[in-house]
């Protein structure tokens, strides 16, 4: 069933992303071309659009504030805006020449930074306040992450902190944040920020204040602890300050000088001024089969980069199957596009009597090939000239795991099979023809396991006329930049 949707009501939809610097970012591939196509939407598009268009008219999108006219800034000025913050928080705001430094210092050298970070605020706001509501925290916590991360997903620190609230390793594991080779959940906004919470509510009921918890969620509640200590048994921040570490003594007075220029920024002539999107046009779908963003990409046209920046937990650009599922978040107008065309994306035969093999074929001398030490089902697939999805349906395989020795049907065509392959009719005679390709420019295989401290530039430097570009090509670790210990790696060394 079809609806008609009126011309204008579109227009004023399109005009509505176009006056926000997201008509690029996410409309391209909704141009129409003719006006009838205009006026022809599917019910699904009627409901999204009619939906779009009462959002962008509510108080979460529209902004009505305008600017104002200089007005000189004064220290008294600034006592009087700081105490209306007091006011309005449970946090001590309170004047200091420290936090007046801190705040000229930043609207003399960082009103674009600032700025910058407005047009970010408007996608990851909402998501803070959303779970410091559930949490009942100060909703002014939003800020910190600014100071952690400046509100980039995957920040990391020199120390290894990382995400947006920049949780080490070990403290993430705490509190339910997973990290493998494929997801680190520190840079999820939404799983983050729940760790976050549970994190800093726990401080919270440690100090009984909510200064010297931030405090202690920048350099540990035992730091802090110290700090009272030495000072004598005092509480207040601003007492025990000077007993903190460097980093710490800078934090509270940037996160208070952050507040203030957020509360504060129309009065200083800082704006947000170009969002590319904001958290209410996203919309997310369960993941049912590992995919790839390049196979969204080629299925539903998304940028690649726009995909990353909304999903940034997947560090290889990978989404694996590894709990009951995974989240994709999209632009809503994308929502539609991928709902509509998930088998195309999970590979799923429209009518399964068209697959060209259903079953698993047993493998014979003359249909068949031994998986050798090191071999992959790209690498054999590429050498007999199928696709991967053909190899692992002849073998009924579900996963890409391979054990030495095992025999894989690389032919259904026995007549094919021997002509293309004429000098091989036995298992034995084809390893015999693989193995040769293994050596390359005269050199032969050698396993290497990775120790402790060992990087590629390091490895590669124990083997003559090696490069950790071939050690990269040789072992498939393109998307690698760590190795860990145990690893073994396939090197090919030079022959006598």
Wanted: neutral net charge; contains cysteine.
């Amino acid at each position: 069933m079809k609806k008609l949707l009126p011309l204008f009501f579109w227009a004023i939809y399109v005009l509505s992303f176009a006056q926000n610097g997201l008509i690029s970012e996410l409309t391209d591939d909704a141009a129409f071309s003719s006006i009838e196509e205009l006026n022809l939407l599917t019910y699904p598009e009627v409901i999204d659009y009619t939906w779009m268009e009462n959002l962008y008219d509510s108080p979460l999108y529209k902004d009505t504030e305008e600017k104002n006219s200089y007005e000189e800034f004064t220290s008294d000025l600034l006592k009087l805006r700081l105490g209306n913050l007091n006011d309005r928080t449970p946090f001590n705001v309170e004047y200091n020449a420290t936090l007046e430094r801190y705040i000229r210092l930043y609207l003399k050298t960082r009103k674009d930074d600032i700025s910058n970070l407005m047009d970010k605020a408007k996608y990851y706001f909402p998501i803070f306040e959303e779970y410091l509501d559930k949490y009942n925290l100060p909703l002014e916590i939003k800020y910190l992450a600014i100071v952690e991360s400046a509100l980039k997903p995957n920040a990391r620190s020199a120390y290894g902190a990382t995400g947006l609230w920049q949780f080490m390793y070990h403290t993430g594991k705490q509190f339910g944040l997973k990290v493998t080779s494929y997801v680190d959940e520190r840079s999820d906004p939404i799983k983050s920020t729940e760790a976050a919470c549970k994190y800093l509510e726990s401080l919270y009921k440690t100090f009984d204040d909510w200064d010297l918890a931030l405090a202690a969620y920048n350099s540990g509640p035992g730091n802090v602890s110290k700090a009272i200590r030495r000072s004598g048994g005092l509480r207040n921040y601003w007492n025990i300050r000077k007993y903190l570490p460097a980093e710490t003594r800078g934090y509270l007075p940037a996160f208070y000088a952050t507040y203030y220029l957020f509360e504060y920024g129309k009065e200083h002539d800082i704006y947000a001024k170009d969002s590319k999107i904001t958290f209410f046009e996203t919309d997310t779908v369960h993941v049912k089969k590992k995919l790839t963003f390049q196979k969204i990409n080629e299925v539903i046209g998304i940028d690649k980069g726009l995909l990353k920046k909304l999903n940034p937990q997947y560090k290889l650009n990978i989404i694996p199957i590894i709990d009951e599922f995974n989240v994709l978040t999209l632009p809503k107008n994308y929502i539609g596009k991928f709902v509509s065309s998930e088998n195309k994306i999970y590979n799923i035969p429209k009518d399964n009597s068209k697959r060209e093999v259903s079953k698993y074929i047993t493998p014979t001398p003359y249909n068949s090939y031994v998986v050798l030490q090191g071999d992959n089902l790209s690498k054999i697939a590429k050498s007999f000239e199928i696709t991967l999805g053909q190899i692992k349906t002849w073998n009924g395989l579900e996963t890409n795991y391979l054990i030495e020795g095992q025999s894989l049907v690389v032919s259904i065509d026995k007549k094919i099979y021997l002509e293309k392959n004429s000098s091989s009719t036995s298992i034995q005679a084809k390893n015999s023809f693989i193995k040769k390709r293994s050596l390359e420019n005269n050199r032969q295989v050698e396993m290497y396991t990775v120790k402790e401290g060992d990087s590629l530039f390091l490895i590669s430097k124990k083997f003559p006329d090696v490069t950790i570009h071939q050690i990269r090509n040789w072992n498939n670790m393109w998307n690698v930049s760590y190795v860990e210990p145990g690893t073994q790696l396939k090197i090919l060394t030079e022959t006598e």
